[in-house]
């Protein structure tokens, strides 16, 4: 017990003790540390060796980003070079998912700033729920400077949210030739599909109708492609290098805008179409189809409240009756017996057949027009003064199928093949199509209604401006153009206009005349049912035509106390000059009653402004 209370005993105990209190804690520190450098060379070995690859392009990707730049559309021009449709600057909303993480967290911020709602963001991220991590989404299409400027004061709170730079289609004429020049639109899934868009993605824009959708492959340009290097949210520090994107082709059209806009203020309330053409090439000069559509108010996608206006209107605006809208011809279709009934030998220049107002057939009277009658008639005269009785008697001799032959080798029940989606084909019945269609045979007296273009017969307006524009020229009939060429931004050319000939109308130059006479007549003969038409110095020929809506039992073919919607629909097909003709038309006015009234001024009107103003237009 002494030896313990030694003050030198204790001191050295102590100091054996705290020698083995640090040796113990040194020992545990060494075993610490290379505990740790093993851990550490093992998780190094296996990040570095193991996963070093993965590792390495990962690390890549987060910080070098290879981006697309879209490419600026071309521009459409009228033939004269005036701009109708260009681009303008816009802001395109993007996400890049895997910059963006938390991605609710972040979608609340955007929304909370911006006021876009959270489930529209989360739809558009849903919608391309297949994107890759670190490539951008698009959340939203245009928005406007104030949205960026508030963006643009969080970007630090907003990680992985991008503004990109773009170009917005601009249409300068608001509903002028809205059918013609069509609109864009987002690419859809079934788009995606089809091999012509394999380089496509979501959220591109594409041509949906007209022009746009028609010469989509030459406008849209090739992407660009740049590597970016981006900081840990997303945002660029610096471009490292640029492959530049190619701006598209330019289109030039064949239409002249002023003569185009001219036609529509004439049609103005109207619903109904015009077609004007060069008869010596096809080349289309104007083509209208009213209402129309505001092509602005489809750019970053059309309202629900505009489309349902659109599709409830019993106007039918979203349709192109230019090449869609269906009708029968009428007495337009005169043309197509009589020169069937010339070329046939059923009648010839002065065969004539006497109208005393109807002809009985098959046990009941098939009324003319005339209630009066119009007496005896040749087939210039019967032309001129639109004799339907004059008509059934050479149906009658000619026979269905005979009629069809030179409608069809004019063009006429099929499509022409211009360069615009949806062309209806129409109709031009046969003996042969109505057993197929209705199991039934023809009849005879179906034949008279055929002979005067109503029955079966089905039209659009191009075809019958075709049509028209054939016998103008003597007998050819061309494809209507619509793209006069296409150029580079630099002016090479990509794609010239050549005429293409479709075919030839199966009549002598002698019987082509005779036609041509009883047309001339029609406006500028005493009797002609366009008379009060005829322009002062010009020679305009044409044909008036009345469409029946429904048909009619009572004496009176035609009644003013009939709702809008059953009067019948007004024809005027015309040329002008009579001599080398220039310009030749079809007019169609929905429930017009008469073409000699509703139709034949318009097409007057316009022969005369596109004559008299024709040395200002180029080609």
Not at 6 to 30: E, F, M, S
Not at 78 to 83: E, F, I, L
Not at 479 to 486: F, N
Request: proline content about 4%; aromatic content about 8%; overall charge positive.
């Amino acid at each position: 017990m002494l030896a313990l209370k030694d003050p030198n005993i204790l001191h050295i105990i102590t100091q054996n003790t705290d020698i083995d209190w640090h040796r113990q804690r040194l020992t545990g520190a060494v075993i610490i540390s290379i505990t740790a450098i093993v851990v550490l060379f093992v998780r190094l070995f296996y990040l570095q060796v193991m996963q070093g690859d993965e590792f390495r392009r990962l690390s890549k990707t987060n910080r070098i980003r290879l981006q697309n730049i879209e490419p600026s559309r071309g521009i459409i021009f009228d033939r004269k070079g005036v701009v109708l449709v260009d681009n303008r600057p816009s802001f395109n909303l993007y996400i890049i998912l895997k910059d963006a993480e938390p991605v609710n967290q972040t979608l609340k911020k955007l929304s909370d700033y911006t006021g876009i709602s959270i489930t529209v963001l989360q739809a558009a991220i849903k919608k391309n729920k297949t994107a890759v991590p670190y490539k951008k989404v698009l959340l939203k299409k245009y928005i406007g400077r104030n949205l960026l400027a508030v963006i643009e004061a969080h970007r630090y709170d907003l990680p992985g949210i991008i503004i990109d730079v773009n170009t917005r289609r601009h249409y300068f004429d608001n509903q002028s030739a809205a059918h013609l020049i069509g609109y864009l639109g987002e690419i859809n899934p079934n788009d995606l599909k089809r091999e012509k868009y394999k380089n496509y993605k979501s959220g591109d824009q594409i041509g949906k109708f007209g022009i746009e959708k028609a010469a989509d492959a030459y406008l849209r340009g090739n992407l660009g492609r740049e590597r970016v290097e981006v900081d840990a949210i997303g945002h660029r520090i610096r471009v490292l290098n640029t492959q530049d994107a190619t701006t598209g082709n330019n289109v030039y059209l064949t239409i002249d805008i002023d003569l185009q806009r001219k036609a529509e203020s004439l049609l103005d309330n109207k619903a109904g179409s015009i077609v004007a053409l060069e008869p010596d090439s096809g080349r289309v000069l104007v083509l209208v189809s009213t209402p129309t559509f505001d092509q602005n108010a489809f750019i970053g996608g059309v309202s629900h409240k505009y489309w349902r206006e659109l599709l409830s209107n019993p106007n039918r605006p979203m349709q192109n009756k230019a090449i869609q809208g269906l009708y029968p011809p009428a007495s337009t279709y005169k043309l197509v017996t009589a020169m069937a009934g010339l070329q046939e030998g059923v009648i010839n220049r002065h065969s004539t057949y006497f109208c005393p107002g109807y002809l009985n057939y098959g046990g009941r009277p098939f009324r003319c027009w005339k209630k009066g009658g119009h007496g005896t008639l040749n087939v210039v005269q019967a032309i001129e003064q639109s004799c339907d009785v004059f008509f059934y008697h050479v149906g009658l001799r000619l026979g269905v199928d005979r009629i069809a032959k030179y409608a069809k080798a004019g063009g006429l029940g099929a499509r022409t093949g211009i360069d615009l989606d949806h062309e209806s084909s129409g109709l031009i019945p046969t003996a042969a199509w109505k057993k197929k269609k209705m199991g039934d045979k023809w009849r005879r007296g179906e034949t008279l209604s055929i002979a005067i273009g109503q029955g079966y017969n089905q039209t659009t307006p191009l075809q019958m401006a075709v049509y028209m524009a054939a016998v103008a020229n003597g007998g050819t009939y061309y494809k209507p153009a619509i793209i006069y060429e296409i150029k580079t931004t630099g002016g090479d050319m990509v794609k010239p206009f050549k005429k293409k000939v479709a075919g030839h109308l199966p009549v002598s130059a002698k019987n082509l005349a005779i036609v041509s006479q009883g047309l001339w007549d029609v406006v500028n003969g005493s009797r002609g049912t366009a008379r009060a038409y005829k322009i002062e110095g010009i020679e305009m020929v044409g044909k008036t035509g009345t469409a029946q809506v429904f048909s009619r039992k009572k004496d009176s073919e035609y009644s003013d106390d009939l709702p809008d919607h059953l009067k019948a629909h007004a024809w005027f097909v015309a040329y002008a000059p009579a001599e080398n003709p220039k310009i030749a038309m079809a007019v169609m006015v929905e429930h017009g009653e008469h073409g000699s009234s509703a139709a034949a001024p318009i097409a007057s009107e316009l022969i005369k402004t596109y004559l008299t103003e024709r040395e200002s237009m180029k080609f």
